[in-house]
């Protein structure tokens, strides 16, 4: 099955403590000392593949399937503070929010 790199973040400015993208995956969020949401330090998904933190930014790999998850997770936030990207032809295209 072929693997899709991405890479995703929550927009510290816009969070606010909804929590829904922790409730949708609790496996990959988690709220910090100031209850705004961050990626897990160790986000625990199957074939989910940490490949780099770039600032805030978390470039990963997996199957499409944790892809169409992660992306699900970004769309609950109700203040689109989750962003997607996906790498294309080694350039970086905003997916979600459009």
Partial sequence: MAKIKYRFKVDRDLCIPAMACILAEPNIYELDESGKAVVKKEVTLETLREL????DWVVVESEEQIYERVLDSAKVC??????VEIEENGEWKRVYPE
């Fill in 52 to 55: 780099a933190r770039d600032g």
């Fill in 78 to 83: 109700p203040v689109l503070a989750i962003i």
